[in-house]
């Protein structure tokens, strides 16, 4: 499901690179922004490391969205932090980190 979700964020990640500005959003079918577009965008940073073939980072994909909200921000909060995933939370603002979390939050069942 993670893997799916992340080529999902690639490939927007990409088409949202062939034009438009940062942090458009493409619109969806009855033309109103979508958030899903950035959320796919912010979650494709993620992929690089935590993706399913990679067994020394931890996975996401088994994660609510409130454990990675919750990761997230405590990664944000540490000054004194210097891993790549202090640097990198560092670099989102809240609503981003919330817009990550909702994307790769693993479904109910």
Known sequence: MIVRRLTAAISVAFVAGCGGEPGDAAPRADGAPSSLSRAAS????????????????????????????????????DAVGTSVMHRLARGYADADIALIAEYLGAEEP
């Open 42 to 77: 912010l979650a494709a940073a993620c992929s690089g490391c935590h993706a399913a073939t990679n067994e020394s980072i931890a996975r996401l994909d088994d994660l609510s969205a409130e454990a990675i909200a919750a990761a997230l921000a405590e990664y944000k909060a």
